[in-house]
């Protein structure tokens, strides 16, 4: 049996590491979890975890580790004998630790793409709040304006895309990635991917991707 393979994607808001997520996810079989999606659907749900989570994520705040590493790790729990991908956790040092001392990660992906592409992409960025799908006015447009293409449902703009929200968004992505990133580079599996465009990236990941899943060993027992 294959062994299980582990994959984080790290990069500031806007970077692209849903749209990377979705294309790895389809293409190699990982479970795909994503921290922001979580946070939004309990918000939207309006469980506990939610309401403490909302005036954060709304400001673009980081939301408190430990309220993070809640969230995360049962979810990981039950993902014990898959694959998986974590997109937006660990997000900081203290995350990246609590990961480290239940899980070994393989690789971690980080994404370096230049502020004022950042901040053209998530102004014209749509999400449908049912789904998570998400659209851009000009890279991925919905088929019909303002709908999403599956439901026909209303698409919306997330409180943390617009402006004010933004800037400390991308502002708090630079402080506490540094040393996560360092963490990462110390074990030997971050890699490193800088562009403007997702398509000419997504390339290099897709064969960094094969390369390392086809490179893991044998392994009959799955541990986790
Ligand atoms: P999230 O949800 O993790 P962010 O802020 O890290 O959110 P975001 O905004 O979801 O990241 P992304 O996933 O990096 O961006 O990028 P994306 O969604 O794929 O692409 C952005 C837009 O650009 C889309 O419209 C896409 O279609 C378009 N696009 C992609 N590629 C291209 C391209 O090549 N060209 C063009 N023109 N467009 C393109 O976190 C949200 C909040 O939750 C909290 C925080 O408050 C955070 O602000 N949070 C956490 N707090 C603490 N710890 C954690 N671990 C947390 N995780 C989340």
Do not use: C
């Amino acid at each position: 049996m294959a062994k299980l393979f582990r994959a984080a994607i790290m990069g500031p808001p806007g970077s692209g590491k849903g749209t990377i997520s979705e294309r790895i996810a389809q293409s190699f079989g990982l479970q795909y979890l994503s921290s922001g999606h979580f946070l939004r659907e309990s918000i939207s749900a309006n469980t506990e975890a939610g309401v403490q989570v909302k005036t954060y994520v709304e400001k673009g705040m980081l939301v408190p580790d430990h309220v993070m590493t809640r969230l995360m790790m049962p979810r990981l729990e039950k993902l014990s004998g898959q694959s998986w991908l974590l997109d937006g956790f660990p997000r900081t040092l203290v995350q990246a630790q609590s990961l480290n001392s239940l899980y070994q990660l393989d690789l971690v992906i980080s994404l370096n793409i230049p502020y004022e592409t950042l901040k053209d992409r998530l102004s014209d960025r749509w999400i449908h709040p049912g789904s998570g799908r998400v659209y851009n006015m000009g890279f991925n447009p919905p088929r019909v304006q303002g709908k999403d293409d599956i439901t026909g449902e209303p698409l919306i703009q997330h409180d943390d895309d617009k402006p004010e929200a933004l800037m400390a968004r991308l502002r708090h992505y630079k402080d506490v990635a540094k040393p996560v990133i360092d963490l990462y580079k110390s074990q030997g599996i971050l890699h490193s991917f800088s562009g403007t465009e997702t398509d000419r990236i997504w390339p290099y990941i897709n064969s960094l991707l094969s390369t390392k899943m086809h490179a893991q060993p044998l392994d009959n027992h799955q541990s986790q």
